[in-house]
Nanobody
């Protein structure tokens, strides 16, 4: 059974940083592309960043230069380092197995003073 388990969300002030993690179970993690999505309150889910199995990243324009996606294939874990956070980054963040479409349960990120 495949499971994606996110962690690392929380409340942070504008300008602060958080690192999200997504642990993957039951899957050969290293072989497939992965992605982070987010769903702001009252809005549709949107792609934040993706990474190939080889480690090449791609970012939404809204987070370029502030967020960094990475993966540790030895630990079966996907990361999202978020710096210079803004109130508009407030959302539930989800990791996704791009190949098979599996989703994690999500982790809440709230940016507020």
């Amino acid at each position: 059974q495949v499971q994606l388990v996110e962690s690392g969300g929380g409340l942070v002030q504008p300008g602060g940083s958080l690192r999200l993690s997504c642990a993957v179970f039951g899957r050969i993690f290293s072989a497939y592309p992965m992605a982070w999505y987010r769903q702001p309150p009252g809005k549709q889910r949107e792609l934040v960043a993706s990474i190939t199995n080889g480690g090449s990243p791609n970012y939404a324009d809204s987070v370029k230069g502030r967020f960094t996606i990475s993966r540790d294939n030895a630990k079966n874990t996907l990361y999202l380092q978020m710096n210079s956070l803004k109130p508009e980054d407030t959302a539930v963040y989800y990791c996704r197995d791009v190949d098979r479409g599996y989703w994690g349960q999500g982790t809440q990120v709230t940016v507020s003073s």
